[in-house]
């Protein structure tokens, strides 16, 4: 399975804006951001897939010795490129990938960091089984996603966002994204419920802990 195009058409129409709309939305970003530096730290190989503009990837590049960091819309990759080389970010390729068809050596890297985008795909099992095929055996999975049915507002703000032709496939709760991650085999070892007009739930996890 791959992306649906309608998803990708949104991203790239939006990407010179993306950023903006971190104003409104964008309060948990920082602790978010911490506890991903705090996650990766020491690791020698990281990747990022749905890295957007970037937002995270910068914090990766301090944290890991390389990332590989990932979008599947075309101008989403423009973005991202121009940020890291501005950054001067040696350590950190950018590459146009398919969360669903990613072409790297299965069990090479120690983290796959996939922030804000499982609300988003339009097979959760299938995302979160190519996800874990790119982990070594004990490696970790971080995810941070927006939990548009966690609080009224973010549940408001979801119905707003729809009207907008937002391309979201699923509404979690912190509760229900914990839920859906363990039945997929993830042994989630830290939950943080982030704040913000549309929460955050911090989850980390490994899905083999031998």
Not at 3 to 13: L, P, Q
Not at 95 to 113: I, K, N, T
Not at 174 to 189: I, K, P, Y
Request: charged share 20%; with cysteine; hydrophobic share 45%.
């Amino acid at each position: 399975m791959k992306s649906d195009e309608k998803g990708r058409d949104y991203w790239n129409f939006h990407a010179k804006n993306y950023d903006r709309s971190m104003v409104l939305i964008g309060r948990p970003i920082p602790r978010m951001s911490e506890l991903v530096a705090e996650a990766v730290h020491g690791s020698s190989r990281v990747l990022e897939v749905a890295a957007g503009t970037g937002l995270v990837t910068t914090v990766l590049a301090h944290g890991a010795r390389e990332v590989i960091a990932t979008d599947y819309a075309p101008a989403m990759v423009a973005v991202l490129q121009a940020r890291v080389r501005d950054a001067g970010l040696e350590n950190v390729r950018c590459e146009q990938a398919d969360l669903y068809d990613l072409r790297f050596e299965p069990g090479s890297f120690d983290a796959v960091v996939a922030t804000n985008v499982l609300h988003l795909v339009p097979d959760l099992a299938g995302a979160l089984t190519a996800l874990r095929r790119m982990l070594k055996s004990g490696g970790r999975l971080i995810v941070p996603t927006y939990c548009h049915d966690e609080t009224v507002p973010s549940w408001i703000v979801a119905r707003l966002l729809a009207i907008t032709g937002f391309p979201a496939h699923r509404r979690f709760t912190v509760r229900s994204l914990r839920d859906s991650l363990e039945g997929a085999g993830l042994f989630v070892s830290r939950v943080e419920t982030l704040p913000g007009l549309i929460p955050i739930a911090y989850v980390e996890g490994a899905f083999d802990l031998t």
